[in-house]
């Protein structure tokens, strides 16, 4: 029995291993690739699985782990800081295009009113990773384009919640307006508030107590007993598990553990969320396709065009320029992997027939195929190729990180808020991250040699990262780390003797001090003054030994120096 599983197992990862790169290499993205590797191995392809419902079971833990990260990355200080256009284009588009496309839906196919009212809206949502997987190639996510797009998909983010909620409601036999639904969301409303007061003043203690043990591991299964235990504690009481996890990230998008949870759930989340793609691939039902070819690409293209048009006219009317505004509507304009995860729920609810449910997932999976050409021709329209201030729509930068937060990056922390120079810090010992927050400054939790880490908190857009451990060996596995994935970001390290700041400018250090020629100095300057040695001659010496000694150290990393 473990042996089938097993060999299911193997099957899924080499599909997966051959068709995603090859998708993102013709830069069709991830997702369709794992859609596309599940219809090869499944019934409609080679037939190499038939188990698609216990592999489906599974697979949905991928997508509670991935409303969980858009939980924790909805930070409410973004929201309101880009509201306008979140709260505003977004909510409108989101209403409008899903009113619209339910209308089409139940009067022009007769789809019944409760598919009807779960199939606009979802077709309404875009692809989140697909279109800032395309903006940030095409280096143009903080652009005006770039910037509304992203708007336009935090709203559709936060909108998948509800629709969530909307489908066991809509599952009742006897569904009645003003009493099943008004008492059903009172009830749901009035839980989950409880659940929020009690994560609110929980959540952060038993993180934090796990913290203080320094067991990684531990930390780990702390993290995903958060998401699964409220994801299942929401579906307890007659909501999704994608809620509950939803929930959980967002009472913990405030926390100072925050990125160390993302950087421990994101390996999970990725796999199993591949998973679930691969799952619906398996559940395609290619024959459809090929039965009626034309009418499959009309109904994309009747989507495509649609969405276009609600978008184009929104856009206008908050001020964006017309070419600006027709390049967002086409980036927008495909449906997306929330749709897939929503139709999915859907059709389990048995809210859609099995024809019904093909045909959605067959106009998701072309619709986004062909985002890459609306892509380019989006990028043709809008020759913007830095980014340009437009009003509220602003993401927050943050110039420096401090990877370490001991006594070394304290002083610089201090040096920089007097600057008022903004900077976020890691350190993996929770009492110094709890006080520190205390005293207001913006450290998290964290272990830096993680690399996820510091792709959890946005370091890949920080100008500089200064690395202040104390312990040498981790520092140089982290210098490395981070020359290889950041090669344009300039790493400044602490060192001790000559041999390892030496060792640390060959594995890509921008700069290193040496702890040991600075005390060195310092302690001979305060000599040769009390015993009244000229002040000029003093600093000539003390200039040239430094300078001396520092030439060592940079000759050891020619011809590898970065450009400073």
Same mark, same amino acid.
């Given at each position: 029995?473990?042996?089938?599983?097993?060999?299911?197992?193997?099957?899924?990862?080499? *599909?997966?291993?051959?068709? %995603?790169?090859?998708?993102?290499?013709?830069?069709?993205?991830?997702?369709?690739?794992?859609?596309?590797?599940?219809?090869?191995?499944?019934?409609?392809?080679?037939?190499?699985?038939?188990?698609?419902?216990?592999?489906?079971?599974?697979?949905?833990?991928?997508?509670?782990?991935?409303?969980?990260?858009?939980?924790?990355?909805?930070?409410?200080?973004?929201?309101?800081?880009?509201?306008?256009?979140?709260?505003?284009?977004?909510?409108?588009?989101?209403?409008?295009?899903?009113?619209?496309?339910?209308?089409?839906?139940?009067?022009?196919?007769?789809?019944?009113? +409760?598919?009807?009212?779960?199939?606009?809206?979802?077709?309404?949502?875009?692809?989140?990773?697909?279109?800032?997987?395309?903006?940030?190639?095409?280096?143009?996510?903080? =652009?005006?384009?770039?910037?509304?797009?992203? =708007?336009?998909?935090?709203?559709?983010?936060?909108?998948?919640?509800?629709?969530?909620?909307?489908?066991?409601?809509?599952?009742?036999?006897?569904? =009645?307006?003003?009493?099943?639904?008004?008492?059903?969301?009172?009830?749901?409303?009035?839980?989950?508030?409880?659940?929020?007061?009690?994560? +609110?003043?929980?959540?952060?203690?038993?993180?934090?107590?796990?913290?203080?043990?320094?067991?990684?591991?531990?930390?780990?299964?702390?993290?995903?007993?958060? %998401?699964?235990?409220?994801?299942?504690?929401?579906?307890?009481?007659?909501?999704?598990? /994608?809620?509950?996890? $939803?929930?959980?990230?967002?009472?913990?998008?405030?926390? @100072?553990?925050?990125?160390?949870?993302?950087?421990?759930?994101?390996?999970?989340?990725?796999?199993?969320?591949?998973?679930?793609?691969?799952?619906?691939?398996?559940?395609?039902?290619?024959?459809?396709?090929?039965?009626?070819?034309?009418?499959?690409?009309?109904?994309?293209?009747?989507?495509?065009?649609?969405? @276009?048009?609600?978008?184009?006219?929104?856009?206008?009317?908050?001020?964006?320029?017309?070419?600006?505004? #027709?390049?967002?509507?086409?980036?927008?304009?495909? =449906?997306?992997?929330?749709?897939?995860?929503?139709?999915?729920?859907?059709?389990?609810?048995?809210? $859609?027939?099995?024809?019904?449910?093909?045909?959605?997932?067959?106009?998701?999976?072309?619709?986004? #195929?062909?985002?890459?050409?609306?892509?380019?021709?989006?990028?043709?329209?809008? +020759?913007?190729?830095? @980014? &340009?201030?437009?009003?509220?729509?602003?993401?927050?930068?943050?110039?420096?990180?401090? @990877?370490?937060?001991?006594?070394?990056?304290?002083?610089?922390?201090?040096?920089?808020?007097?600057? &008022?120079?903004? $900077?976020?810090?890691?350190?993996?010992? /929770?009492? %110094?991250?709890?006080?520190?927050?205390?005293?207001?400054?913006?450290?998290?939790?964290?272990?830096?040699?993680?690399?996820?880490?510091? &792709?959890?908190?946005? /370091?890949?857009?920080?100008?500089?990262?200064?690395?202040?451990?104390?312990?040498?060996?981790?520092?140089?596995?982290?210098?490395?780390?981070?020359?290889?994935?950041?090669?344009?970001?300039?790493?400044? *390290?602490?060192?001790?003797?000559?041999?390892?700041?030496?060792?640390?400018?060959?594995?890509?250090?921008?700069?290193?001090?040496?702890?040991?020629?600075?005390?060195?100095?310092?302690?001979?300057?305060?000599?040769?003054?009390?015993?009244?040695?000229?002040?000029?001659?003093?600093?000539?010496?003390?200039?040239?030994?430094?300078?001396?000694?520092? *030439?060592?150290?940079?000759?050891?990393?020619?011809?590898?120096?970065?450009?400073?």
């Amino acid at each position: 029995m473990i042996s089938y599983y097993l060999s299911d197992i193997v099957i899924l990862l080499i *599909a997966a291993v051959i068709a %995603v790169p090859i998708f993102q290499m013709i830069r069709l993205g991830a997702v369709p690739g794992f859609l596309v590797s599940g219809v090869i191995v499944g019934p409609s392809g080679f037939g190499l699985i038939d188990n698609v419902s216990e592999i489906g079971y599974l697979a949905e833990i991928g997508v509670v782990l991935l409303l969980f990260v858009i939980g924790i990355e909805l930070k409410p200080s973004r929201l309101w800081l880009m509201r306008r256009l979140v709260f505003g284009l977004g909510t409108l588009q989101v209403l409008l295009t899903g009113i619209l496309l339910g209308f089409l839906g139940h009067y022009l196919f007769n789809i019944p009113l +409760r598919a009807a009212t779960l199939i606009g809206p979802g077709l309404a949502l875009s692809s989140t990773a697909f279109v800032l997987q395309l903006l940030t190639e095409q280096k143009l996510l903080t =652009s005006t384009y770039g910037r509304t797009a992203f =708007s336009v998909l935090l709203l559709q983010d936060l909108a998948v919640v509800p629709l969530l909620a909307l489908v066991p409601l809509l599952a009742l036999s006897d569904l =009645s307006v003003g009493k099943d639904i008004g008492f059903a969301l009172a009830e749901s409303i009035l839980i989950l508030g409880f659940i929020v007061v009690v994560g +609110r003043y929980l959540l952060h203690p038993v993180l934090h107590r796990v913290a203080l043990l320094g067991n990684s591991e531990v930390f780990t299964a702390s993290a995903v007993l958060i %998401v699964l235990g409220t994801a299942l504690a929401t579906e307890h009481i007659g909501l999704s598990m /994608a809620m509950g996890a $939803f929930l959980a990230g967002l009472l913990i998008s405030d926390s @100072a553990y925050r990125h160390q949870v993302i950087a421990e759930i994101q390996p999970f989340r990725g796999l199993l969320l591949g998973l679930f793609f691969m799952s619906i691939g398996m559940s395609f039902n290619l024959s459809l396709l090929l039965e009626n070819p034309l009418f499959s690409f009309g109904l994309v293209g009747a989507l495509v065009i649609t969405k @276009a048009l609600v978008l184009f006219p929104l856009a206008r009317l908050f001020g964006i320029k017309t070419k600006t505004s #027709l390049a967002v509507a086409l980036v927008l304009a495909q =449906s997306g992997e929330f749709a897939l995860v929503l139709f999915s729920l859907a059709f389990q609810a048995d809210l $859609f027939t099995e024809k019904l449910f093909q045909h959605l997932l067959l106009v998701v999976l072309l619709s986004m #195929l062909v985002t890459p050409l609306l892509a380019n021709i989006a990028r043709r329209l809008t +020759r913007e190729k830095e @980014a &340009k201030p437009h009003d509220d729509v602003e993401i927050p930068e943050m110039p420096i990180v401090l @990877a370490g937060f001991g006594r070394v990056g304290h002083r610089i922390g201090e040096i920089f808020t007097k600057a &008022k120079i903004p $900077f976020i810090a890691f350190d993996f010992d /929770a009492s %110094v991250v709890e006080k520190e927050r205390k005293n207001g400054h913006q450290v998290f939790y964290g272990d830096v040699c993680n690399p996820k880490v510091l &792709k959890a908190s946005g /370091a890949s857009g920080a100008t500089v990262i200064i690395v202040t451990l104390n312990d040498s060996d981790a520092t140089e596995r982290l210098i490395s780390t981070l020359n290889n994935i950041y090669p344009n970001t300039h790493i400044y *390290a602490r060192g001790h003797s000559m041999s390892k700041c030496q060792e640390l400018r060959k594995l890509g250090a921008s700069g290193v001090v040496s702890e040991n020629v600075e005390t060195s100095m310092e302690l001979a300057r305060m000599a040769l003054e009390k015993i009244g040695f000229d002040n000029l001659k003093r600093e000539d010496i003390l200039t040239d030994f430094r300078r001396t000694y520092y *030439a060592k150290i940079d000759d050891a990393a020619k011809p590898r120096v970065k450009n400073n």
